[in-house]
């Protein structure tokens, strides 16, 4: 569903539909502004473009560098512990570490970086940094800090709801 300008839906002015339809559109018009994932994945959107074309010189994706990184740091050993840090799926997370397989960047009998994912994940850096001193420096170093945290406990209060939605059933 489309909403085209303020009080128009469709070729319809609000003053013009029934008060049933005008207290829908409202409810869309509410859902579109305030929702959650709609807010997530647009800014998730165009952040991750933002980045991906900043990298774009090393040849890498920003989910892409994202693992590497992860991989390279130790911070995960297994599948499970990837999937668990980067709140993946580990569907998605094999499909992904498939290609980084397939381009020569991780070892394909375990988690760990070869040679060629070094030298790319090290190329990607610098280009990382300037993106994200982009996005930091357009917020402001107080701000940034505070979004992480607002994002840190968005995280805690969905992780934890789903938990206690799963002990339920």
Known sequence: ?????????????LSEMSEKAASTLARYQEVVRACAVMNFRQVT????????????????????LNLLVLIEGAFAVT?????????????????????????????????????????AAAAALPLWEVAQAGIVEGLGERRWVALLGELTAT???????????RGKR
């Open 1 to 13: 569903m489309y909403i085209h300008d303020g009080d128009r839906f469709g070729k319809l002015s």
């Open 155 to 165: 995280r805690a209060v969905v992780r934890d709801r789903a938990r206690t939605n």
């Open 79 to 119: 599948v499970t512990d990837l999937a668990g840090i980067l709140a993946m799926d580990r569907t998605t997370l094999t499909r992904n570490l498939k290609l980084l397989r397939a381009r020569g960047f991780v070892q394909a009998d375990r988690i760990a970086l070869t040679t060629k994912g070094r030298t």
């Open 45 to 64: 959107r165009v952040v991750t473009a933002h980045f991906d074309e900043a990298l774009r010189p090393a040849g890498l994706r920003a989910t892409q």
